[in-house]
Structures are given as C-alpha cells and as structure tokens.
C-alpha cells in the first residue's frame, strides 16, 4: 500500500499581506497555528464520512467535559446553519422565536431562519444587546391565539452582537421565565468563549448550568479555519438533530476536518487563552480611544467588541488606513474588533492614527 502523499510546494501565489491587521472584524483572522497543525495531524489516510471517523467520536468526550454528561454535539459547516439548525429543533412549524432587535439571526443571516427555517422572529428592543424576562414577554404571549406565530423558543447571544455580557444569574432567570411559559432557550454562542473570559468561570456554568436547552457554539471567530457546532444540552428538548442537520445541508462529508478543529481548541485551554487575549486587546483598545477628545464609548466593553461614535469624515478617512465597519452609519457608530492575533503595537498604531485623524478635525 502507497504511503500517503506528502506536499512539498505548490502553485498557490501569496496574495496578501500577511502582516497586515484590521479591526473589522474577528472573522478576518487567519487560522491560528495550533489548528493548523490539527488539521495536518488528521489528514492521510482514509476516515469513515459524515461523522462516523474517530475524531468525531472523541469530540462527543470533548464536549461532556466542558458541558456536562448529557451534551451532544453535532459539527456544522458556519454560524447561520448552525443557528437555523438548532433553531428548527425546538420549534414546530407554527413556532416563533423571540431575540434581541440585534440579535444576529434577526439582522445579520440574510432571513435565513425565516426563509429556511421556517421560523418566524419576534424582535423587542433591547439595552446593551441583552435580553430580560419583562422584555421577552413583549413578544411572549397568545399561545391560544390560532392568529399568532406562537412563541416557542428564546434566542440569546453570549457575548450579545454589542458586545456586552450576560451574567450567569441573568441567564438563569430567562431560562426559569421562559420554561415557565413552555419555552425553550437557545443561546448563540459564536463568541461564547469571549464571554468565559470575562466571566472567569467554565463553559457549563452559564450554559448547563444556567437551564439553556442548546447552544451554536462558535469556532470560526477564535481561530478555526472553519467551522462551528450546534451542542444540545437538554436532550428530552429535540428531535431528529441529525436529520434536521442533513435536511439544512451542514453535513460534512469529511467532518474529521471539522471535529479535528474542535479537539485543538477544546482539549486543552486553547479557546480561552485565544478568547482573553482579544477580549484583553479590545480593553487595550478602549484605554487608548477614550483618551481622544471627540471619541465617545457607546457600550460596556466585555468582550472582544469596541462601539463608538465619532464623526463621520474622521472614520471614512481612517478607514483607508484601518479595515473597520460603519455600526450605524448615520449616526457616525462604528465597530472595532479584535482577534486572537491582534498584538498591542496593533492597537497602539490604530489609537495613534486615530489621533490623527481627529487632530484633523
């Protein structure tokens, strides 16, 4: 039998910059050299598909240890399907899920839970991106009106899409408030390792712990190449989590390359020490913007997102010197991200150019 073949060269050109950072977004990050290295461990030879190989097997183990025994995790392609995923295995076809105005399956999926998912998305304003018991039961309401989506499922986010974070007992008490009612609760969990950062404490203890049913448990942003994973940690609450996968088309064939990922991150204190260290440069980031005359912080900083507001030439300007996203553009808000390979010389020149630009007027 022929040895597996081993790549020495090959024809792809370099086509970027590779010391080139911005702070539009953790998504722009490369792949963090750690799952790189994975990915080249678990390549060779040939693994059973769709799930059946041994690092999808293991990662079952991987999960438990930071979710609990009853968590099952099923690897999914990125984030919308990992959401529109979990989302139709709480709900029934006349279901409804209630979230934040801000919540990414309402503002940044392109209608995907709607239009795929069949769900219908009951939004309510919120302070600071963060959902309250009295603020769902904006939504929460008309179970026996035959008129009415009924609302089946709250939809959270951890870290939210301002970038703030809910507390364990502020999980604990929607949970209650919404099981009360007959509902279930999801969290979007793409930077769920940001908030274990901030919060100082383990994955499960305001997941599991806290009452949440499933979770999207986010890769993609702390380093992975691709990749994210629906977790189910209430297993009397769904059904047919395999199928739904299949029917929604986020079944890897080749999901050793997913689960091998995961294994990287989560065996050991990758996921947290890639998580502090964006959550510490976006700290960096707000000492530095805060010391700018004109530059106003618009939320609390808790994870690894800066929200401000500036004036509007002042951004357009830096904006050719720095990757970054207008939030609101008319009312001159702005986002900066950090990722895990932001470095301080990368927020201390991105603060100085800010200056810059403000000293312009």
Known sequence: ??????????????????????????????????????????????????????????????????????????????????????????????????????????????????????????????????????????????????????????????????GTCYTPDEIREICDHAHERGMRVHVDGSRLANAAATLGLPLRAFTTDAGVDLLSFGGTKNGLLFGECVVVLNPDAVKAMKHLRKLSMQLASKMRFVSVQFEALLAGDLWLRSAAHANAMARRLEEGVRGVPGVEVLHPVQSNAVFARLPHDVSERLQKRYRFYFWDEAAGDVRWMCAFDTAEEDVDGFVGALREEMARG
């Open 1 to 162: 039998m022929a040895d597996s073949p081993t790549v020495t060269a090959t024809d792809a050109i370099r086509r970027h910059d590779p010391h080139s950072r911005g702070f539009a977004s953790d998504n722009y990050a490369g792949a963090h050299p750690e799952i790189l290295a994975a990915l080249a461990l678990a390549n060779g030879g040939h693994q059973v598909a769709y799930g059946e190989d041994a690092y999808t097997g293991h990662l079952q183990e991987v999960f438990r240890g930071h979710f609990g025994p009853t968590a099952e995790v099923y690897p999914v392609f990125n984030g919308t399907g990992a959401n529109v995923v979990a989302l139709q295995a709480v709900t029934e076809r006349w279901g409804a899920v209630v979230c934040a105005e801000t919540a990414h399956i309402n503002v940044d999926e392109c209608g995907a839970p709607e239009r795929v998912g069949g769900l219908k998305l009951l939004t309510v304003p919120t302070p600071h991106g963060k959902l309250t018991p009295e603020l769902i039961d904006r939504q929460a309401w008309g179970w026996e009106d035959e008129h009415r989506a009924q609302p089946q499922v709250v939809s959270l986010t951890q870290t939210t899409e301002l």
